[in-house]
């Protein structure tokens, strides 16, 4: 914990968890960093991608598996700028895409959900459960 490098250079525009907005409570399950337009994207820590995929929601996304139960995801990418394929081992501070830009095209959003491992279930698989990021990465 606190150690993890920053998935890209920005501020925090929305925490980790519950909160209410205009009456209406959300659930955020990471947290969303504004960067540059065209940032790049960096992985937190080694691991291997196990998918790339698009969500409604979160947009083109990229999960990477850390082992031990612990996996990241970065979202809202530009899916012409992903630079990693599934299943392919990726370090630390690798370039794994880059930002998919805001409509007025000024800046970026990264979604980064952090996942861990809440013990195992009967069968010996993790159980995961998504963590605040902010306490993971370095200040």
């Known amino acids: ?8 250079n920005g501020s925090i525009v929305s ?11 959300t659930i955020n399950l990471g947290i969303e ?16 991608v196990i998918e790339i995929g698009f969500n409604p929601y979160y947009g083109s996304f990229i999960w ?5 139960g612990f996996s ?4 809202n990418l530009n899916d012409e700028n992903i630079f990693v394929s599934k299943e392919e081992y990726i370090e630390a501070n690798s370039i794994i895409g880059k930002i998919q830009n805001v409509e007025n095209n000024s800046h970026g959003i990264l979604n980064f959900m952090l996942w861990g491992s809440d013990g195992k279930d009967a ?8 963590k605040n990021p902010e306490e993971w990465i370095a200040d």
């Open 1 to 8: 914990k606190g150690k993890l490098p920053w998935p890209a």
């Open 15 to 25: 925490k980790f968890g519950e909160f209410e907005n205009n009456g209406v409570k």
């Open 33 to 48: 960093i504004k960067t540059k337009k065209d940032a790049e994207i960096l992985s937190v820590h080694d691991g291997i």
């Open 64 to 68: 990477i598996d850390h082992g031990e």
């Open 72 to 75: 990241t995801i970065y979202a």
């Open 123 to 130: 069968n010996g698989n993790h159980i995961l459960i998504n």
